[in-house]
Structure formats: structure tokens, C-alpha cells
């Protein structure tokens, strides 16, 4: 089920990269008309400020670098134009195998979607998901995720696997980045023991998906000290962070 060493590569590029929509309502508040960075632009903030961006942002990137590394790749998504609309990508293998990967989840490696390959199985699989086993299967509009978490919980995701034409998703990419919510979101991949976890940022409130079970932090008080604690995970820039998350505070006044 795993991905080849050509698309591996590339992907490990993006293994410290959070998904979040704090970047949105930051570049947003910035006042330009267009709201979807360019991939040159997304560059520019990472390199300043530490930042990545949400699941658009992180597909537009992910495609860039694909190309950049000759690996053949498209966008896909779900629900695109809506607030539950979500956006990843899929590269081929040498053999024309295809490979969904979803950075805007945080998953751990690209996973095989085709079932009809040698490598492919429908059973339940770790070491692609944080804190849960997955299985891939076929679905009449594309693909089927299921997430199996150490709880017995069990969700589902269905990815439309046709390729998305590059206007029509740069267009849900946009609208996506006016869609501005009143609650940050941070999600990203950190070390626990001998695992890679989730930890996820919230509603002001943070904590630890992991095989061992979900793990909540101590709840804070004040804007500097949240932007501390993301710091930490992240690496983003400390004023950047306080700047965001008192936008925040006070659309909630």
C-alpha cells in the first residue's frame, strides 16, 4: 500500500508542514483582492514567518514540487464550493498505480487507491494515519476511506478521484479562502514515543490523538500564551501567532 521512493520523496518535504486556517484569516485580513496564494507567495511566508496553510494550500504546493521532481499528479477534493469542501492529490507510480495524498488531513504517507494492483489490499492497514488503522475501498463516486481510531470509533471519507480541472480548483480554492469561521484550527504531526501522533488546536482548546488514546492539554488563559504553546509544535513566528489569534478573540467579543 505504500508509495514508491518517487513519490516518498516528495512528500517527506511536507512532514513538519501543519495544515491550519490561520494563514487564511491572517493573508486574508492583508487586503488584497485575491485570496488564494500563489506557491511562490506560500514560499515567501513559510520562509519568514514558518507558515503553511490550509488543505488548498497544501494540495497547490504539494502539486508544485510534484512537478518539480517529474512526478505525474492532480487535485481532487469533495464537497468543493461548500464549508465541508476538502482538497489532496493524487500522483502516479512508474507503473501508473495512483496514490492519494492528503496532506490537508495530515496523513502519515500516500496510500494506493487502486484496487486491481498487486500492492492493494481492502484490509484494514497502519503507519498511514495518526492514531488509527485505515482501509481503502471502492466506492461508486471514487474512493473510500475508513478511519479506525483505538476507541472502536470508526468515519468515513469519500474522495471523487477524477482529476479536478486546474481552473475549477483554483476557483473552490478561492472561495475556500473567503470562507472565514470564527475558530482556529491547527493540525500537525509531532513524535510520541515510538509513533508519529496528531495534535490538533481547536476552539481554544488542544490535544494529542494517539494510539493510546486522545490526550488533552491543560487549558490556557491568554492569547500569548496559546501563541507559545503552537509555537512549540510549529515553529511559526510568535508575534505573527499573537497577531492571529487576537483577531480571533475578538470576533468572539
Known amino acids: 500500500m505504500l508509495a ?43 520562509e519568514q514567518f514558518g507558515m503553511s496553510g490550509n488543505c488548498f494550500d497544501l494540495a ?14 492532480y487535485p481532487v477534493g469533495h464537497n468543493l464550493n461548500s464549508e465541508e469542501a476538502h482538497a489532496a492529490v493524487i500522483a502516479f507510480n512508474e507503473k501508473g498505480e495512483r496514490f492519494l495524498c492528503d496532506l490537508g488531513d495530515q496523513w502519515l504517507n500516500p496510500i494506493i487507491i487502486d484496487s486491481d494492483s498487486i500492492d492493494y489490499t481492502s484490509e484494514k492497514v497502519s503507519g498511514f494515519f495518526p492514531a ?14 475508513l478511519y479506525h481510531r483505538p476507541n472502536g470509533k470508526v468515519s468515513r471519507q469519500v474522495f471523487q478521484t477524477e482529476p479536478v480541472e486546474m481552473d475549477t480548483f483554483l ?21 510520541y514515543k515510538s509513533e508519529i501522533a496528531h ?19 491543560p487549558k490556557l488563559e491568554t492569547v500569548e500564551e496559546w ?22 478573540k475578538s470576533t468572539q467579543l
Open 227 to 248: 501563541a507559545e504553546r503552537i509555537h512549540g509544535k510549529t515553529k511559526y513566528n510568535k508575534a505573527v501567532l499573537i497577531e492571529i489569534l487576537k483577531h480571533y
Open 4 to 46: 514508491p521512493e518517487s513519490i516518498l520523496k516528495t512528500w517527506r518535504k511536507f512532514n513538519d508542514f501543519p495544515m491550519e486556517t490561520l494563514t487564511k484569516v491572517w493573508f486574508y485580513n492583508q487586503g488584497t483582492i485575491k485570496k488564494q496564494r500563489g506557491v511562490s507567495l506560500m514560499r515567501e511566508h513559510r
Open 132 to 145: 488509527a488503522k485505515v482501509q481503502v475501498q471502492n466506492h461508486p463516486t471514487g474512493t473510500e476511506i
Open 199 to 217: 495534535w490538533e488546536f481547536y476552539n481554544w482548546e488542544s490535544f494529542l490523538s494517539t494510539t493510546e488514546g486522545l490526550m488533552k492539554d
Open 171 to 191: 476557483m473552490a480554492a478561492e472561495h475556500s479562502q473567503h470562507l472565514i469561521k470564527n475558530h482556529p484550527l491547527l493540525e500537525c504531526r509531532i513524535p
Open 60 to 73: 497547490l504546493w504539494l502539486l508544485d514540487e510534484f512537478k518539480r521532481d517529474g512526478v505525474e499528479a
